[in-house]
């Protein structure tokens, strides 16, 4: 058993961005996994997914044609369990989406393989994969380790490795998927309602309040220190909660991750991990917080022990 197989997610004819993040995690252990990565593609036409895929760490894109390109649970469960068999991976990665919630556990149920979730790192000790993931609502994070198994199937939470994009062109082969009865079908895409509100993940540049705003009448000076700024105003979910802003505008865990993010101002924010979850993977986060000790510091590349109000006034002077 060797080499790493990520299985791609598409939707709508685009790949899902989880995918290189995927890449990214395979090729960073590539060497320990004494192998290849590879990528494949499960769907009605998948060779026209073959040039998104065909970036840098990619070594293999293997092609698996089916009768629907929409996600399917036990189509991908019987595909991917072919290629286990077929191509002998020592570990698959999969994104941890809605679409692997409706087959992933069933690949861990028969006990062939090591199986995790929601795993948020990985790496090799002594030779031997350690999966690292949250337990208890995210109070403990714990490692997991897969004695005595071969394949080991994890589920990686998305957000948390850098997708690679610098483009390549691995080989590229097929495979075919094994029969199977497909118990449900796809039947139409319904987009979410349109609230009217901003997609905070497409936001390059983010200003996100926290409690230590201390009060909603607070919220407007933050909402025009965003604008002054040119950023897009997010925050921490006891915000959202008291319905001081959006649950569209929630960074983290049960909110969103800001995927394209590049500089990430968190006012009055402490940095639970359910926060950073959202956001621990954009390089350039500044905290302001008046609690040193306050975890968000351990993430930010520029820390400000300071009242936010304070900050809020010097902010936009720095920005003209
Ligand atoms: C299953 C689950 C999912 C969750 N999902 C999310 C999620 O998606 N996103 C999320 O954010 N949380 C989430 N949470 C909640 C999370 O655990 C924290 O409770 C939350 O992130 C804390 O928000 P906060 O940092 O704004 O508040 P606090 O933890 O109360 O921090 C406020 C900070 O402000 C600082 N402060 C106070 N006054 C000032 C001031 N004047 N100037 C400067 N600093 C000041 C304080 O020192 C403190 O560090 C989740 C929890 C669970 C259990």
Redesign the pocket.
């Not at 921490?236 to 800001?258: E, H, M, N, Y």
């Not at 820390?303 to 304070?310: L, Q, S």
């Given at each position: 058993m060797s080499g790493i197989l990520v299985i791609a997610e598409h939707r709508q004819g685009e790949i899902r961005p989880a995918t290189f993040e995927l890449v990214t995690a395979a090729t960073g252990l590539k060497e320990q996994s004494d192998g290849t990565v590879m990528v494949a593609v499960i769907g009605k036409e998948p060779d026209r997914y073959v040039e998104d895929l065909g970036v840098r760490g990619v070594d293999e894109i293997i092609t698996v044609q089916v009768d629907q390109d929409e996600f399917q649970p036990d189509i991908y469960e019987a595909c991917v369990r072919g290629l286990i068999e077929d191509k002998k991976p020592s570990l698959v990665l999969i994104p941890h989406s809605v679409d692997a919630w409706g087959y992933a556990p069933a690949l861990g149920a028969g006990g062939e393989y090591g199986f995790s979730t929601d795993v948020f790192g990985i790496r090799y000790e002594d030779g031997e994969l350690v999966a690292t993931r949250a337990a208890y609502?995210?109070?403990v994070y714990m490692d997991v380790d897969f004695p005595g198994k071969e394949t080991i199937a994890l589920t990686v939470r998305g957000g948390v490795f850098k997708p690679e994009e610098e483009k390549a062109e691995p080989t590229v082969s097929s495979f075919n998927c094994p029969e199977v009865q497909a118990r449900s079908q796809h039947k139409q895409f319904i987009e979410p309602e349109d609230t009217g509100d901003i997609d905070i993940t497409q936001s390059e540049f983010l200003l996100?309040?926290?409690?230590?705003?201390?009060e909603e009448s607070n919220v407007e000076q933050f909402e025009e220190l965003a604008d002054a700024v040119g950023a897009t105003l997010g925050?921490?979910?006891?915000?959202?909660?008291s319905g001081w802003l959006p649950k569209s505008r929630?960074?983290?865990?049960?909110?969103?991750t800001v995927s394209n993010c590049k500089l990430y101002i968190?006012?009055?924010?402490?940095?639970?991990?359910?926060?950073q979850?959202?956001m621990k993977h954009v390089e350039n986060i500044i905290a302001?917080?008046?609690?040193p000790e306050?975890?968000?510091f351990s993430i930010a590349k520029y820390g400000i022990v300071?009242?936010?109000?304070?900050?809020a006034e010097e902010l936009p002077g720095h920005f003209e």
């Amino acid at each position: 058993m060797s080499g790493i197989l990520v299985i791609a997610e598409h939707r709508q004819g685009e790949i899902r961005p989880a995918t290189f993040e995927l890449v990214t995690a395979a090729t960073g252990l590539k060497e320990q996994s004494d192998g290849t990565v590879m990528v494949a593609v499960i769907g009605k036409e998948p060779d026209r997914y073959v040039e998104d895929l065909g970036v840098r760490g990619v070594d293999e894109i293997i092609t698996v044609q089916v009768d629907q390109d929409e996600f399917q649970p036990d189509i991908y469960e019987a595909c991917v369990r072919g290629l286990i068999e077929d191509k002998k991976p020592s570990l698959v990665l999969i994104p941890h989406s809605v679409d692997a919630w409706g087959y992933a556990p069933a690949l861990g149920a028969g006990g062939e393989y090591g199986f995790s979730t929601d795993v948020f790192g990985i790496r090799y000790e002594d030779g031997e994969l350690v999966a690292t993931r949250a337990a208890y609502k995210e109070k403990v994070y714990m490692d997991v380790d897969f004695p005595g198994k071969e394949t080991i199937a994890l589920t990686v939470r998305g957000g948390v490795f850098k997708p690679e994009e610098e483009k390549a062109e691995p080989t590229v082969s097929s495979f075919n998927c094994p029969e199977v009865q497909a118990r449900s079908q796809h039947k139409q895409f319904i987009e979410p309602e349109d609230t009217g509100d901003i997609d905070i993940t497409q936001s390059e540049f983010l200003l996100s309040i926290g409690r230590g705003i201390s009060e909603e009448s607070n919220v407007e000076q933050f909402e025009e220190l965003a604008d002054a700024v040119g950023a897009t105003l997010g925050c921490s979910r006891p915000i959202a909660d008291s319905g001081w802003l959006p649950k569209s505008r929630q960074v983290g865990q049960s909110g969103k991750t800001v995927s394209n993010c590049k500089l990430y101002i968190a006012m009055g924010i402490s940095g639970s991990v359910q926060h950073q979850a959202g956001m621990k993977h954009v390089e350039n986060i500044i905290a302001v917080n008046t609690d040193p000790e306050a975890s968000i510091f351990s993430i930010a590349k520029y820390g400000i022990v300071a009242d936010i109000f304070d900050i809020a006034e010097e902010l936009p002077g720095h920005f003209e």
